[in-house]
């Protein structure tokens, strides 16, 4: 397990002065995905968006046609209550000014998760690679601007979704009472840890009832 006593310290400030919606350090999964990647990698960590905030969007544009199926997130925990074991999610169409408050909602489900622990460690918190299927996977199309969003669902320990600095076109957004940047929320310009894969082939034919039992 890796732990950074700075940023140990750094966090314990931070949650002291009740803004739990950030944890900032100043400090990777082998798997890519085959639609869209921004794979995790622990040197690349800088922050944990979570609490209070409702919502997390990362922007993403395919370079071709096609479904998608299985989404990976990766997530820490604050608190002793059970983990969630569901989580929404969202694929929003960007209407053109490269923000998610005005794009408009095209795939919404509200999806279990299966986490696996990383073996990293992050100021405290066990990260894990967080994954969802897609029971009615929506059809996306090339070259056009989507956003994914993630709910912070409320009642259970709370999630953080992990971020590295920013790569990708547009930073992240994160929702409280309204949609902000990354940048104007807390001052970093971040991207969302997340891979996108469409259906493989070898499980062309397999029913998501089979899927889910597998679990």
């Excluded at 957004?173 to 902000?180: M, P, Y």
Aim: with cysteine; aromatic share 14%.
């Amino acid at each position: 397990m890796k732990t950074y006593l700075l940023s140990l310290i750094f966090t314990s400030l931070v949650l002291a002065t009740g803004d739990s919606a950030v944890i900032s350090s100043p400090m990777g999964g082998a798997d890519q995905g085959d639609l869209f990647n921004q794979t995790y990698s622990f040197p690349q960590i800088v922050s944990a968006y979570g609490d209070p905030l409702n919502r997390i969007a990362d922007d993403f544009i395919l370079s071709a046609n096609n479904s998608l199926w299985k989404i990976v997130i990766w997530t820490c925990y604050n608190g002793t209550q059970p983990l969630p074991d569901h989580f929404a999610l969202e694929i929003l169409l960007d209407n053109g000014d490269v923000d998610p408050s005005t794009a408009s909602p095209i795939w919404q489900e509200w999806l279990p998760c299966t986490r696996v622990d990383t073996g990293d460690n992050f100021i405290g918190r066990d990260i894990y690679e967080t994954v969802f299927f897609a029971s009615s996977p929506p059809a996306l199309e090339a070259g056009e601007r989507y956003w994914l969003s993630v709910q912070i669902p409320s009642g259970y320990a709370a999630p953080y979704v992990m971020v590295k600095n920013n790569e990708f076109d547009s930073v992240v957004w994160v929702k409280e009472s309204s949609w902000k940047t990354s940048e104007e929320q807390f001052g970093h310009t971040t991207d969302m840890f997340f891979d996108l894969y469409s259906v493989s082939s070898s499980m062309e034919g397999i029913s998501w009832a089979s899927v889910k039992t597998s679990f």
